[in-house]
């Protein structure tokens, strides 16, 4: 008979539903051991999103967690049996002096996601109060007296005022003292969920507040707390939560410590696959999934997007992860200095590196102002690589990890000027004239792009159109080479793209290279003219044909062995376009 395989976990986060279910689980418990034997009080765990966080917390919550907490979830039998064939089921004395031995609190703020402050409090409110009730054995004891017996059930009833629930963690906490003798584990997962939301929606300000007093009445200073142990995707650092703590441990993808521990290394891939029979896909998962450099050298795979590969059948790579968030943020980032932030998008894509001071400490007003900021965000929440440039702290080489991320990257350049929906079939028109050699349909078609995407000049999400500001001429250029730009990464698969690289005497704006050298190359170049300029398209497209010419751009593509170079001199001017071309 054979085998029956462990179903893939996608999805499940709670560690005793996917040990019950006999699921295939990557071992990571040594990750409690790592935090029990850490002597910080406090620390902070960052991540990007969908790399293990909640599982690993729930892990620990199972292992910790004395079973008498557990008296109302109908769940206090003890959990020893889930931890008897992993890896930490060697370290006898740790599991003799700690497993289920803490009262245990465990919040997650990963759901509170709302439009405005009332809808955030309320859910705070519920989170609190979940936890609230899951305690309320501490109802039936004398410990507590008649006042903080009522107050208890304001707050599980969630009928206290919102300020009242930033003391909870605290209160709890003593309570909890008092009952067992034993001080408390307090997790609390994706702090900074509330606070992402609240920036983007205007009551940063309020939020900020109500989560620096939770955690630090609850964290700092706490003699019921034995250790508190908090994640997210960043450290935030205005007015900051964490300064207010005494040397708390702070753990992001950049530092050496537990960088195994989220996400899969390429030993639990390769184990991964060999189970289910598909090792012969190792080279494809390399390519779409891998990349990540955790610490200084620890090469970690994305697991949300492992799991989603290995559970399609047949196996089909795609961008599983880009699913689970907002890649809008790359662009929001990007698109704070637009003429910087297309240069940084087109090099990245291009897989050229960025070397920047990177920040683990994240300071929200400089990352909505300052797009060199905004890389180090990019970085924490999973879009970008970093490798150590010597021992020069904290300058980093930053770059796009795999090609799942490349894909996220195509699609925001390609999307930036809103190309599908307002465009339909016209790219795919334009693009098939243009590898056809039909140069006078692609310019054609060109136009009818311009005209539909000039409206949506200003990628800050302005609405000025080009008309209203004819006389930026530099950033009229800039606006056509990334629109220009954007649309040739939709032949990503047969061409290597190409901006502003050496080639004979100069830079080309947008160079096409075949991955066929029997099909042809073309060499763009573009030129600008005021909307009040005597000077027309057509001699603006001349100008930039005269300079591919005088450059030595197509001579220098042939002698890479290309057949056919085509050049297009391409000339602007308000909404008008017009082009020149030669073969060589």
């Not at 994305?302 to 968030?325: A, C, D, E, M």
Request: net charge negative.
């Amino acid at each position: 008979m054979a085998e029956v395989l462990k179903g893939i976990p996608l999805g499940i986060d709670n560690f005793k539903e996917l040990l019950d279910k006999n699921a295939y689980f990557v071992d990571k418990s040594l990750f409690v051991k790592e935090v029990i034997n850490n002597t910080s009080k406090i620390m902070l765990f960052t991540r990007p999103r969908r790399f293990g966080k909640s599982l690993n917390f729930s892990m620990l919550k199972c292992f910790l967690e004395k079973p008498e907490c557990r008296k109302f979830d109908n769940q206090d039998q003890s959990y020893k049996y889930l931890f008897k064939k992993l890896d930490i089921a060697s370290e006898e004395e740790l599991l003799a002096e700690h497993q289920g031995r803490y009262p245990l609190l465990n919040f997650s703020f990963k759901k509170i996601k709302a439009n405005n402050w009332q809808e955030a409090a309320y859910l705070l409110k519920e989170e609190i109060a979940r936890e609230y009730k899951r305690h309320r054995y501490l109802l039936d004891s004398n410990l507590l007296t008649d006042f903080e017996k009522d107050e208890y059930q304001k707050l599980m009833r969630k009928e206290a005022q919102i300020f009242n629930y930033s003391s909870a963690i605290k209160e709890l906490t003593d309570y909890l003292k008092r009952y067992f003798n034993e001080k408390s584990i307090v997790l609390i997962d994706e702090y900074d969920t509330p606070l992402h939301y609240a920036k983007l929606n205007g009551y940063y300000d309020e939020m900020l507040n109500f989560m620096r007093a939770l955690m630090i009445d609850g964290l700092k200073g706490n003699d019921s707390l034995e250790k508190g142990v908090v994640t997210g995707i960043m450290k935030i650092s205005q007015e900051s939560i964490f300064s207010a703590f005494n040397n708390p441990e702070t753990n992001t993808i950049i530092d050496s410590f537990c960088a195994d521990k989220f996400g899969f290394t390429e030993a639990e891939v390769k184990e991964m696959l060999a189970y289910y029979s598909i090792s012969d896909q190792l080279d494809i998962v390399r390519d779409w999934y891998n990349g990540y450099l955790f610490g200084d050298r620890v090469v970690i795979y994305n697991p949300w997007s492992i799991l989603n590969f290995v559970k399609s059948n047949p196996q089909q790579p795609q961008t599983y992860w880009n699913n689970t968030g907002d890649p809008g943020l790359i662009k929001e980032a990007l698109q704070l200095d637009q003429k910087k932030g297309k240069e940084y998008l087109e090099k990245l894509y291009q897989g050229q590196s960025l070397e920047v001071e990177v920040d683990s400490n994240i300071i929200y007003d400089y990352v909505f102002n300052d797009v060199d900021k905004a890389l180090s965000f990019l970085l924490h929440s999973g879009y970008l690589k970093a490798e150590k440039k010597g021992q020069a702290y904290p300058k980093y080489s930053l770059s796009i990890p795999n090609r799942e991320i490349r894909l996220i990257f195509k699609n925001i350049l390609a999307n930036w000027f809103n190309f599908e929906e307002q465009s339909g079939d016209l790219i795919v028109d334009m693009l098939n004239s243009l590898i056809k050699g039909d140069l006078s349909s692609f310019e054609i078609h060109l136009q009818d792009l311009i005209l539909v995407s000039s409206s949506y000049y200003d990628a800050a999400a302005s609405t000025r159109v080009l008309s209203e500001i004819g006389q930026e001429k530099e950033k009229q250029e800039n606006f056509y080479h990334g629109l220009i730009l954007g649309l040739m990464t939709y032949l990503s698969d047969k061409y290597y793209l190409e901006s502003n690289k050496e080639y004979g005497l100069g830079r080309a704006d947008v160079v096409l290279l075949p991955k066929d050298t029997d099909q042809d190359a073309f060499v763009m170049e573009f030129k600008n003219e005021y909307t009040t300029s005597d000077i027309s398209a057509a001699a603006a497209a001349e100008k930039a044909l005269q300079q591919i010419n005088e450059q030595k751009y197509a001579e220098a593509l042939k002698k890479q062995g290309l057949k056919k170079v085509y050049k297009l001199g391409i000339g602007f001017k308000g909404k008008e376009l017009a082009l020149k071309t030669e073969i060589e």
